[in-house]
């Protein structure tokens, strides 16, 4: 077969045959008496080996070496192969969201490309001071999506670079809420505490309200803590039972306290608050750390109704909660 037929039969152009000629790879096994490429059944199929290596990624190089040399194993090709379709893979990746990333900002000019680009590089930089600066240095005007910053503040570390995006994205008037609430179905329990934190900076993005609720579910404690606190400050009354929880387990006792207080200014809502304390603060097991916490958070409300529930605490057997009440009532 001369080189045009076996072009045809093998869909390896002329010029690819020739090359393969010239690298040892596929050698016509013949010539023709004017001096043509004349090659074989074996060649053709040596063709067809070549390309289905090519096909798995390997190089022209490594191909004529998994041909040639009995010693070279697929195994430890084809694991590298794996490593590099991996890393290829990520890059491109990476690649891709940084295109999303420019798109959704509907840049109208090549400036505004440069400045998403800038953004993004500075935000992938291993200086956490350089990431900081990338947001803070962020030009007025300028068009950055909302999710390519919730996407950043759920995998910052740096408080201080995290607090920045925070900060942005509150102010990027775009909606990043189904990016941070993606979050906060994540496994890693870190991601969930930093998208909750993001979404407490979002009280009035449409949803947030629901979104906040559901993470009052969270197994971590302090996804929840979050939870009912930005609940808790926008009026959301379903809070209440985590921020009386919160007191009597002492964490952000204080600003759980100043949270009910907050609440209960409103009269439909003060009786409950009452009530929840009050039963937290009767309950059998409760100890002396517990049930001056509780005592700390009554007095935050309005009404007389504290007082009374302080002239009987005076009177109490544990001796450091009579003590607590007396300087309150005091």
Do not use: K
Not at 224 to 234: E, I, Q, Y
């Amino acid at each position: 077969m001369l080189i045009g037929e076996v072009a045809r039969r093998s869909g390896v152009s002329p010029r690819m045959l020739r090359h393969y000629d010239a690298l040892g790879l596929v050698r016509p096994t013949g010539r023709t008496v004017g001096g043509y490429r004349e090659y074989t059944a074996e060649d053709l199929r040596r063709i067809f080996h070549v390309e289905s290596l090519r096909s798995l990624g390997l190089s022209l190089q490594q191909v004529g070496r998994a041909l040639a040399d009995p010693a070279c194993t697929p195994s430890a090709l084809v694991g590298d192969l794996i490593r590099w379709t991996e890393d290829r893979i990520e890059r491109e990746r990476e690649l891709l969201e940084r295109l999303r990333a420019i798109d959704a900002s509907g840049p109208t000019g090549w400036q505004d490309v440069l400045r998403i680009v800038e953004l993004l590089q500075g935000l992938d930089s291993a200086s956490a001071a350089r990431r900081q600066q990338a947001v803070l240095a962020r030009p007025e005007g300028g068009p950055v999506p909302a999710e390519l910053l919730a996407d950043a503040v759920l995998t910052e570390s740096d408080p201080h670079v995290a607090g920045a995006l925070r900060w942005a994205l509150a102010r990027s008037g775009g909606d990043g809420l189904g990016t941070l609430a993606a979050g906060l179905r994540a496994q890693d329990v870190d991601v969930r505490r930093r998208a909750v934190l993001a979404i407490a900076e979002l009280p009035e993005a449409p949803g947030v309200t629901a979104v906040l609720a559901e993470a009052l579910r969270d197994p971590d404690p302090t996804v929840r803590g979050h939870a009912a606190l930005a609940l808790g400050r926008s009026g959301a009354t379903e809070a209440v039972p985590a921020l009386v929880r919160m007191v009597v387990e002492g964490f952000n006792d204080v600003d759980a306290a100043e949270t009910l207080g907050a609440l209960s200014q409103d009269p439909g809502h003060g009786d409950r608050i009452m009530t929840a304390l009050a039963d937290e603060l009767a309950a059998p097991g409760a100890d002396s750390a517990t049930r001056i916490r509780l005592i700390q958070a009554l007095v935050e409300l309005p009404g007389t109704t504290v007082q009374e529930v302080l002239r009987r605490l005076v009177h109490d057997d544990d001796r450091a909660v009579a003590l607590v009440a007396s300087a309150f009532l005091g």
